[in-house]
């Protein structure tokens, strides 16, 4: 998703100031000297809005600008549609140059290219949901009947069918947002500029709206610029996140890099607030898969992999490495005398996709009590991840390189030091080498649940 090949960008930011106060010259003299924008403001009497900015943006990306009140979220998103002239510098919108426009020009762009949201609703409260939505088409001049049809069409899209003729002034503020978002769709803009949009809704409504317009984004494939202050919001909506500080772009990249390599202090204060289970992913934290059970074993062979292993169980992988299920201990010292584990006897083995996020593996562990298999897209298992691997991504953060080494399982009778983790390296006899048919680990007898209550302070 993140590190494809890049296509052309929809929009591009070309070393762009906006500095607010006349004779800008000096003052970006002296931002070019490296001189805060405290320190220019006092001297020259302007206001720095943007200094120096570059970045593009992507087709179908949500890019989100974030960055401290002041710091020239606003002021930025306002100059890709020119609401702000550029001081310096020049922006492109599928490769044309916006900075130079003529009004006829820029009019019809603005028309037909972008829709904007805002943090303060901007409805007009003597009309209905479908008349707000509406408006906007019958400034263009679109005909009532085709009007109504589109609105509709996106009253619907935002969640608000069966409300179009309730009054604004009824709506809640979740509402409200959802007509301003329908507002904005309603000429269906490929590109959505959203200013601080869920910023004055309560944590549920809002966390709602992200979602919804997550999925509007997937269905409709809009490029959204969404100014944030929070983080949190950032790394759940967006596809790329900028950092801006004082007028200055500091940090741009998924929020993955940002969270992993945070370029300063600024960026670090914000990134020490945000939620890494919402950002790390199954494959990033999982370990790989050394020791599995293959549907043609013996129960003796299990017994001898579990007891050199020191698990209590193994995941039970076949040739093309997809998982079959699981087989504890108590089974295969049942049914050591048969030449192979009676299917019937295996238990389900609860699978995750590598893109899935920490905080879903928790829930997911917590439910069923037992390590995941992780696969991938083509359902072949790639790793394992189990309590401490859980316990490890918490506390490292750690996003980059490999996941920690994992700890000596023990022999399953001393227990406490590590319960779960898998066994040092050390394949049993006849184990493909790990690669060729990878092996999955499961947890050691004594521990299975706890997988939370067992999360360290
Ligand atoms: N029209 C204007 N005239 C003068 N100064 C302005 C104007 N608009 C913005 N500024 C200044 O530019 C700087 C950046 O403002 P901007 O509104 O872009 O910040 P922001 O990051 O959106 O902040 P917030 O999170 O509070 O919305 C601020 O110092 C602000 O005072
Ligand atoms: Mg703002």
Redesign the pocket.
């Known amino acids: 998703m993140e590190e494809s090949a890049h296509p052309a960008p929809r929009i591009s930011i070309r070393q762009v100031s906006k500095i ?2 006349r004779h800008p010259s000096r003052a970006l003299q002296q931002l070019r000297e490296g001189r805060g ?1 405290a320190e220019v403001q006092r001297d020259t009497g302007v ?4 200094y120096d900015v570059s970045f593009d943006i992507l087709p179908g990306e949500i890019f989100v600008i974030m ?10 998103l306002r100059l890709i549609n020119r609401l702000h002239d550029p001081t310096r510098g020049s922006i492109l919108v599928d490769g044309e140059h916006v900075t130079t426009m003529g009004a006829r020009a820029l009019r019809q762009l603005r028309r037909s290219k972008f829709g904007m949201v805002f943090q303060s609703f901007a409805l007009l409260p003597h009309r209905t949901v479908l008349g707000n939505v509406e408006f906007g088409l019958e400034i263009q001049g679109e005909r009532k009947a085709r009007r109504v049809e589109r609105a509709m069409q996106v009253i619907e899209t935002v969640g608000l069918a069966g409300c179009e003729g309730s009054y604004v002034s009824q709506l809640s503020g979740g509402m409200r947002q959802r007509v301003g978002l329908a507002r904005a769709l309603a000429a269906d803009p490929e590109i959505l500029l959203m ?2 949009a869920f910023s004055a809704l309560d944590p549920l409504i809002r966390g709602q709206l992200q979602d919804d317009l997550l999925e509007i984004q997937e269905k409709l494939g809009k490029t959204i610029v969404f ?1 944030s ?1 929070d983080l949190d919001e950032a790394i759940k909506i967006g596809s790329r996140i900028a950092i ?1 500080r004082d ?1 200055r772009l500091v940090q741009v990249g998924t929020p993955r890099e940002i969270l992993a390599s945070p370029v300063d202090d600024y960026v670090s204060a914000f990134v020490e607030g945000a939620d890494r289970t919402k950002v790390l992913t199954a494959e990033q934290i999982m370990q790989p898969l050394r020791v599995s059970a293959h549907p043609k074993d013996s129960p003796r062979a299990l017994l001898r992999k579990m007891e050199r292993s020191g698990f209590g169980g193994l995941v039970v992988v076949d040739n093309a490495r997809r998982v079959q299920g699981y087989v504890d201990l108590a089974q295969a010292s049942a049914q050591r005398d048969r030449d192979v584990l009676d299917r019937a006897t295996w238990r389900a083995q609860p699978t995750a996709g590598t893109d899935a996020k920490l905080a879903d593996l928790i829930q997911r562990m917590h439910a069923e009590g037992s390590p995941l298999a992780i696969l991938d897209a083509r359902e072949r298992v790639v790793g394992v991840v189990d309590k401490n691997t859980l316990l490890a991504a918490l506390a490292q953060g750690d996003t980059h390189g490999p996941p920690h080494e994992p700890a000596p399982a023990g022999d399953g009778a001393a227990p406490a030091a590590a319960p779960g983790a898998p066994a040092q390296g050390e394949p049993a006899q006849g184990e493909p080498a790990r690669g060729a048919e990878p092996a999955v680990v499961t947890e050691s007898l004594p521990a299975r649940a706890g997988i939370i209550e067992g999360r360290q302070p």
């Open positions: 607010f106060g924008k206001v720095v809005g943007v960055g401290l009140s002041g710091s020239g979220k606003s002021t930025l200013d601080e100014v202050h801006v007028g």
